[in-house]
């Protein structure tokens, strides 16, 4: 009997690598004294040492680096040196070098978000007496556009890695949205967008329609 | 030794039993090529790391996580799952008002043969009817790792589950101990925990991406990641003529059927079989998560497990997706000659939960890692 070819195994790069990443762009500052700046790190093990360039005060130099923690110092004067208002930490012969650790994304400013105040709601009467007849020959009121902005609507992805979602925006938050039906007679989803500190998660809820 | 029932494309290696003293030291080439030293610096170092980081550094900026009500029915969660490409989802409970559990490839396969099986009570018209709940409570009456409460009766499993503010090291022992894949991260709030809130599903891969992430641009302060993994005792291997080992190796040709592929994902208690030709070089994986694949038009309704082979099995997966088969994630391999880094790196992508060790050029298989390997080698449990 013929084994069957199972020719994706063929193109199976299992060997090689895989890449570093997407370099992101960021600045090292030196913002104290000094005539002539450099510095090296362990994005290349050490191996080249780069001048920073003045700007008024402060020497800096940009890099585009695949995100990861990367350790560095400076040579300032010919003396290696680290900038002690940024994250450090030592090794075990004593030297002591600053941290740079580089994430895909910016994180929030919890800070900005948390003195948030929302507006204050207009002024008018409200009650909350039952909807007549009446109410249900008007036209309903229109869904405000920005809540088609919502992540559940995000098409899903058929790769075995899903590329990340991106941030949603605040104004999509804490609400609930409903989809029934698509994935079977007497399914709903159940689907919303919240913060927790500075990342944003979206649950969806299965639920059968049948009591 | 596992009892399974005999078709002719099966193969399992039988291992001799006797022990035989001369052959203990070829088991592990290069044996004592690294110190202890290294390896207990090492070990610390991971540790003190672990023990210093939070879950909450794992958690994507934006990310997504689907659940499942416990009253939903079977045939309908098993849908969901296909549809949106999960390996396991947690289950909510309205009435207790919290998580309860989660769903997993495994409750599928053990569905499906319950199916199979005549004399069985579950027929495929009850799946519509037959909700999660009542599986759960069903699969207690199973000869399936249960716990018994005082009384002698089996009692369910506690959800394992982790928060946002716990180690990482905390969270992955509570992964090795329990052996789960993976634990919902579940910020609990209000009077005694009882508002709950998920924000993500944790694996050993992500906390493996953490550890590289930070380590890979300082690589001499874990001096046992250049080691080769043969040298060190990492990962299941298959054994070599005469030697004696504890684990038998599972693998299957192709033409197998479906039917002994389950029964062996359950028995062995594995969750991949490497896929082998005649010559034992690696061909494909069948994962217990391959199992959501027979969703797709609902082929589980017309299959026989007896008369679907693993290669036809595997390719309603591959029609359903096609981009998976040819970017190499579904079947990563390694040689016994790659550093502890590379294994690492590797496994720290998501989706790899596994590198099978071959033979340079026949791809002869030689082993298996896994994520939980390298952690139980790393932390020292």
């Known amino acids: 009997m013929q084994i069957p070819n199972l020719s994706w195994m063929q ?4 060997y090689e690598d895989m890449g570093d990443g997407v370099g992101i762009p960021t600045m090292i500052t030196w913002s104290h004294d000094g005539c002539e700046v450099a510095v090296e790190g362990s994005w290349d093990n050490w191996k080249t040492r780069i001048a920073l360039q003045r700007s008024g005060k402060d020497f800096t130099i940009m890099k585009v680096l695949p995100s990861g923690v990367y350790q560095y110092r400076f040579l300032v004067d010919g003396l290696w040196k680290y900038a002690p208002d940024l994250p450090s930490t030592q090794d075990d012969d004593g030297n002591v070098y600053n941290i740079l650790d580089l994430q895909e994304y910016v994180p929030d400013d919890l800070e900005s978000i948390s003195s948030f105040e929302p507006p204050q709601s207009p002024e008018t009467s409200y009650n909350n007496l039952q909807l007549t007849a009446e109410d249900f020959a008007k036209e309903p009121p229109l869904v405000p556009p920005h809540l088609q902005m919502t992540l559940l609507n995000v098409p899903a992805s058929y790769m075995e890695i899903p590329p990340p979602l991106s941030r949603p925006q605040h104004v999509v938050l804490n609400h609930l949205y409903m989809q029934k039906g698509k994935s079977g007679p007497s399914v709903v989803a159940l689907g919303s967008t919240h913060r927790f500190l500075a990342k944003y998660v979206t649950v969806v809820l299965y639920k059968s329609m049948q009591r | 030794m596992f009892v399974l029932r005999e078709t002719a494309w099966c193969r399992m290696i039988n291992v001799k039993t006797t022990f035989r003293e001369d052959y203990l030291d070829r088991t592990f080439e290069g044996f004592a090529q690294y110190s202890e030293a290294d390896l207990q610096l090492s070990r610390d170092r991971i540790s003190s790391f672990l023990s210093t980081h939070t879950v909450y550094e794992l958690l994507p900026d934006s990310g997504k996580v689907t659940a499942l009500d416990v009253n939903l029915a079977v045939k309908q969660a098993f849908h969901v799952l296909y549809e949106q490409g999960l390996p396991m989802v947690p289950l909510w409970d309205d009435f207790k008002g919290r998580f309860v559990g989660v769903l997993s490839a495994l409750d599928f396969i053990l569905i499906l043969r319950e199916l199979g099986t005549n004399g069985s009570n579950l027929t495929e018209e009850e799946l519509e009817t037959h909700t999660i709940s009542a599986w759960k409570v069903g699969k207690l009456q199973l000869n399936l790792k249960r716990q018994m409460d005082g009384n002698g009766r089996p009692c369910p499993r506690p959800l394992v589950q982790a928060g946002p ?8 022992l509570k992964i090795l101990q329990n052996k789960v894949a993976t634990v919902p991260i579940i910020h609990s709030t209000g009077p005694a925990g009882s508002c709950q809130e998920i924000l993500y599903l944790a694996s050993l891969s ?84 391959d199992i959501t694949a027979l969703a797709k038009d609902k082929a589980y309704a017309q299959i026989h497990l007896d008369e679907m082979n693993i290669h036809q099995a595997l390719q309603l997966g591959q029609d359903a997706n096609p981009s998976l088969g040819f970017n190499g994630q579904r079947c990563q391999m390694c040689l016994r000659s790659d550093p502890l880094h590379k294994v690492m790196e590797r496994l720290a992508n998501p989706g790899v939960r596994r590198l099978v060790i071959v033979e340079a050029g026949s791809k002869r298989v030689e082993g298996i890692i896994s994520l939980s390997d390298v952690f139980r080698f790393l932390l020292g449990v």
């Open chain 2, 206 to 289: 992500d906390i493996l991406k953490c550890i590289c992430r930070h380590f890979k641009h300082s690589s001499s302060s874990l001096p046992i990641l250049q080691q080769p993994v043969s040298s060190i005792q990492l990962g299941t291997w298959v054994p070599r003529i005469g030697e004696a080992n504890g684990r038998p190796f599972a693998m299957l040709r192709p033409t197998a059927s479906l039917g002994s592929a389950l029964a062996l994902l359950v028995q062995a208690d594995v969750s991949s079989i490497p896929i082998v030709d005649d010559n034992d070089s690696l061909l494909d994986i069948y994962s217990r998560s």
């Open chain 1, 11 to 14: 193109t199976s790069s299992g």
């Open chain 2, 165 to 172: 503010y716990d180690s990482l090291k905390e969270v992955a």
